[in-house]
């Protein structure tokens, strides 16, 4: 399951931000985040044509002169350490401890027969429950089955009535007869749920019903165990208006004309956990892509829709192909299918075989690419049918293994898919958001306290960027072949069943022969992170460079020491050296002998290790690293720490340089932001720097990549500006606002506009907002800006269009 909302906001991966909440791989980077812009809202209409306008591509890079290094100059001197601590830990989630739950007896099979009543909004079924004793159990008098909010008109095995109580979430059967272990029965409920408020929805605005079960909602439109820690298999005959299509788990046995209706019979013939079931019904076409080794794979939409759910779904058999490769367990179910569903509070829910997409999320525009891309959210609910699906948590606690796995699988998905600077970017985003999950409230990611709804547990930020980021720390340590024998070694050992925590840990030492628990101790078990201070020292004399460590996080009982060996390069004018330095009880050295002395030094090469690291290095340092590092995340770093050295000009003239001159549009669109900042900030703007700045910026909005555009024209709007510049600045957004290629983009622009020119940018903004555009990507955009500039037409605007703005 992943909870997104559609973003429109600079330096992103892609449109699906993960409020971890949910998360997919898209992420804010440094001061990005403040241009951001939310807007949860339905798909609208889009303009038919979108005016082109000829962008230039980046410049090749600067070649930088040999090295010399001079401590007098301000360029070569090494700043001190920042004052610590780094990070405060927020306090833990609210929360009682809740344990697993017992299971009682063996849900074997399940049989529904149901339909949804209009009117009363209701659900209306029978449904015959196959239950066994468990092995070695005492016997059963009486069988609890989890029903909410129901009525039942009977409850009986075959033709005997059995006596029951209920409570409104618990329907407790009496059995006619004791239940002995092994032995089984069958137990048929005929039931009615009026006035769904959980479990099943009701959307009039399409005519549609879909279900929506974790964590423990399905009982809400269907009696059954609702709780992970067991599987079964499931029929269920879905009756429908003629017109109407019905979507459910497994395949699609049969269906038949009864009466006015239609009657659909879905056999999922597979064991899975009971969170797992779905129903949608609707009028959807049915698209059909390439089947996967003889595995059919669909597409459910709106027969409006089908080119935007051929582009949102595209991807599909390549992600199979590539799970089923990396996993060595192929797709395990008989079919795969993805729906769109309407009003749907998630992104997506990885029901078995039968997934549901958000379609806000799903049924994008052409234009609207790269900035909107479903790609990620289609890995990650695909990778759930091996982690969530075929393998599934036995309790909420352990919900990582569902969600961090499925976050990873996205990952590699990306990398694969569009390229390794595209999956070092995911990771990163990954980290930077577990950092600011712990700065909120800190936690372990296995984890069985919430307040009212187990659902708590998802949504603190930690089990998806976190679980996906310990993952690629075993993948760093163990290389790609020994990482994916391990997790296929995992994945077979537990298909079709029910896993904790220590069943991966075990996975791995049972394929590598290494001893995993202090690993899993202080990564999984404990919180928090490595906070590093570390320092170089290099003896010219010697040719000597020297790397020291320490860690400076606050400890506690969940936060200790982390074991990690950080993986350090060193360029040089006569070749690049690696070396790695371990890090043990909180201190690490290591040292290595050069040919030159060293231009840039990287600690955490690739930034496999989730850590804050405070490394004092000088701005000719940075300068080559920003230049030379064939890491995109080292530009990246360069990028940042430069971006924190104000009044330093050789720091702002790197980053401008980057501005153009960088081949990945991230670390463009990361020091466009960088400089934007620099700019708006009156300590640092001399006149000299502010001419720079603009021009860099005015450079930017004819980026050849839209989000740098995006980038650069929010960042004129934070800038403070006056005579011929502020002309030129305001002819030019309000150029792009009427011409870019992408409606993003115009709408920073636009926003940037009525920042800088308040009411004077108002016909400009009442033009634009006019037109729906999908996603409200515009009007959104202004409205923001036009509540910060606040003026009485301003505001009178957004209420026009947002009366419950305040």
Not at 485 to 505: E, F, I, Q, S
Request: hydrophobic share 40%.
């Amino acid at each position: 399951m992943m909870k997104t909302c559609y973003a429109a906001g600079p330096n992103l991966p892609n449109v699906f931000i993960l409020f971890q909440r949910k998360m997919k791989g898209l992420f804010l980077m440094g001061a990005a985040a403040s241009a951001l812009t939310v807007a949860c809202a339905s798909p609208s209409t889009t303009p038919s044509t979108i005016p082109s306008t000829a962008i230039p591509r980046p410049n090749p890079q600067p070649v930088l002169p040999p090295f010399q290094m001079d401590t007098s100059r301000s360029v070569d001197r090494v700043p001190p350490f920042q004052e610590t601590p780094l990070i405060v830990w927020g306090p833990p989630p609210d929360g009682v401890t809740h344990p697993e739950r017992v299971r009682k007896y063996d849900l074997q099979h399940q049989v529904t027969i149901v339909r949804f009543d209009w009117p009363r909004q209701a659900v209306v079924g029978t449904t015959t429950l196959t239950i066994a004793g468990l092995r070695g159990a005492a016997p059963l008098s009486n069988v609890v089955i989890d029903a909410g909010d129901m009525t039942f008109k009977s409850v009986a095995t075959g033709a005997t009535a059995l006596k029951y109580d209920y409570d409104g979430r618990a329907l407790t059967v009496h059995l006619a007869t004791r239940l002995a272990s092994g032995q089984t029965t069958a137990i048929t409920i005929e039931y009615d749920g009026a006035n769904r408020s959980k479990g099943a929805y009701f959307r009039p605005a399409k005519h549609i019903v879909w279900t929506q079960g974790e964590t423990e909602d399905n009982h809400y439109w269907v009696p059954t165990y609702d709780f992970p820690n067991d599987k079964t298999t499931w029929e269920f005959y879905i009756w429908t208006a003629k017109g109407e299509r019905a979507l459910s788990n497994g395949r699609l046995a049969g269906s038949r004309a009864v009466g006015d209706s239609i009657e659909w019979h879905w056999v999922l013939d597979k064991p899975a956990s009971t969170y797992l079931m779905t129903t949608v019904v609707g009028n959807y076409t049915v698209l059909q892509d390439k089947a996967w080794r003889n595995v059919p794979i669909g597409y459910w939409t709106y027969p409006d829709s089908v080119d935007a759910a051929w582009r949102g779904f595209a991807k599909t058999p390549q992600a199979v192909d590539l799970f089923s490769r990396k996993t060595g367990v192929p797709y395990p179910w008989s079919k795969y299918d993805q729906i769109v569903i309407p009003e749907f509070q998630y992104g997506g829910m990885e029901n078995v075989t039968a997934t549901s997409q958000n379609d806000a999320e799903i049924l994008h525009p052409a234009w609207s690419e790269p900035q909107a891309n479903s790609a990620g959210l289609m890995a990650h609910e695909l990778g759930h049918q091996w982690y969530g699906d075929l393998l599934t948590t036995s309790d909420w606690g352990d919900v990582w293994l569902n969600e961090g796995f499925a976050t990873f699988m996205e990952q590699v998905f990306r990398e694969e898919d569009l390229g390794v600077d595209e999956g070092a970017l995911d990771r990163l985003g990954a980290q930077e958001q577990t950092i600011d999950a712990d700065r909120r409230t800190r936690r372990p990611i296995v984890w069985n306290k919430w307040v009212n709804d187990p659902i708590e547990v998802f949504f603190s930020g930690h089990i998806y960027p976190k679980g996906a980021t310990i993952l690629q720390m075993l993948r760093h340590q163990l290389g790609d072949d020994l990482f994916w024998k391990a997790m296929n070694h995992y994945t077979a050992a537990h298909a079709y069943g029910n896993v904790v925590t220590d069943d991966l840990r075990k996975a791995f030492e049972e394929t590598t022969g290494k001893d995993y628990k202090a690993f899993f101790d202080q990564w999984v078990y404990g919180a928090g992170f490595p906070v590093f201070q570390v320092s170089s020292l290099y003896d010219r004399a010697a040719g000597r460079l020297v790397i020291t460590a320490k860690e400076t996080q606050p400890r506690d009982s969940l936060t200790g020491f982390f074991d990690v060996d950080a993986d350090v390069e060193v360029r040089t004018d006569s070749g690049i050296v690696r070396f790695v330095v371990p890090v043990r009880n909180g201190t690490g050295e290591a040292g290595t002998n050069l040919k030159a002395p060293p231009r840039s030094i990287r600690w955490d090469k690739g930034n496999w290790i989730l850590d804050l690291t405070d490394f004092p290095r000088s701005t000719a340092m940075l300068r080559y690293q920003l230049v030379y590092d064939d890491d995109v995340l080292g530009r990246i770093e360069a990028v940042d720490v430069l971006a924190q050295r104000p009044g330093d000009q050789a720091a702002l003239n790197a980053l401008i340089g980057s501005t153009r001159n960088d081949k990945f549009w991230a670390v463009r669109a990361r020091a466009v932001d960088a400089i934007g900042v620099w700019g708006s900030d009156p300590t640092r703007a001399t006149v000299a720097p502010m001419r720079s700045v603009t021009t860099a910026l005015m450079a930017a909005t004819r980026d050849p990549d839209s989000r740098v555009r995006q980038e650069a024209v929010t960042a004129i709007g934070r800038l403070t500006l006056s005579g011929t510049t502020a002309r030129d600045m305001n002819i030019r957004l309000r150029e792009i606002a009427r011409m870019d290629q992408s409606l993003f983009v115009r709408g920073a622009a636009l926003a940037s506009d009525i920042l800088l020119e308040k009411n004077a940018a108002l016909p400009l903004a009442k033009q634009m907002m006019a037109s729906e555009v999908w996603q409200n990507v515009i009007r959104t955009s202004a409205i923001n800006a036009l509540k910060a500039v606040g003026t009485p037409e301003a505001l009178q605007l957004v209420h026009q269009y947002a009366p419950t703005a305040q």
